[in-house]
T-cell receptor, first 111, second 113 residues
């Protein structure tokens, strides 16, 4: 079965620092990839998604992610984080209509 | 559009009690899902439905039941609550499963004592 790995459980950054959160998946076929964000006390919201085409995907709030097929990765990036980016971030992968989520990475941005 | 709504927001159950978590969506989505979210574990799919009258098991279905009598509603039933079912439950919906974004409800926090 498909598995999704997010290696960083908790990341702490200062404002204006650059962010990269790792996401790796195990399936070797065609996949659809997502990053969701969950702000404190709120429900999950879609940040960005990749289905096909340009492997560099831009999402909301200045986030982007790059699909690297050879590395089975879909890492999330942001050049300069803000305090309001404090949240939990989930990577998700769909293959053959089976959607799996990673365990999540908690991001804390210090003002 | 209200999107996906869930009730209740929070509930405490005693071991062995039963309850139904309600989920409603007003986006006319075919697919609906129930997930549980546990710390450090991400989201695990409990059950999903591809349309009214059709449901199927997800990754962690034991201890739960669902029904889908209408497009809008997808209730999740716990028959004999156990401490292991203490979790946050999220309902989600999407137009299609493979290619469409899932929209999530606000969650129900359940504590079983």
């Amino acid at each position: 079965a498909q598995s999704v790995s997010q290696h960083n459980h908790h990341v702490i950054l200062s404002e204006a620092a650059s962010l990269e959160l790792g996401c790796n998946y195990s399936y070797g076929g065609t996949v659809n990839l997502f990053w969701y964000v969950q702000y404190p006390g709120q429900h999950l919201q879609l940040l960005l998604k990749y289905f096909s085409g340009d492997p560099l995907v831009k999402g909301i709030k200045g986030f982007e992610a790059e699909f690297i097929k050879s590395k089975f990765s879909f890492n999330l990036r942001k050049p300069s984080v803000q305090w309001s980016d404090t949240a939990e971030y989930f990577c998700a992968v769909i293959d053959n209509n089976d959607m799996r989520f990673g365990a999540g990475t908690r991001l804390t941005v210090k003002p | 559009n209200a999107g996906v709504t869930q009730t209740p927001k929070f509930r405490i159950l005693k071991i062995g009690q039963s309850m139904t978590l309600q989920c409603t969506q007003d986006m006319n989505h075919n697919y609906m899902y129930w997930y549980r979210q546990d710390p450090g574990m991400g989201l695990k799919l409990i059950y999903y439905s591809v349309g009214a009258g059709i449901t199927d098991k997800g990754e962690v279905p034991n201890g739960y039941n669902v029904s889908r009598s209408t497009t809008e509603d997808f209730p999740l039933r716990l028959e004999l609550a156990a401490p292991s079912q203490t979790s946050v439950y999220f309902c989600a919906s999407s137009y299609d499963r493979g290619l469409e974004t899932q929209y999530f409800g606000p969650g129900t926090r359940l504590l079983v004592l």
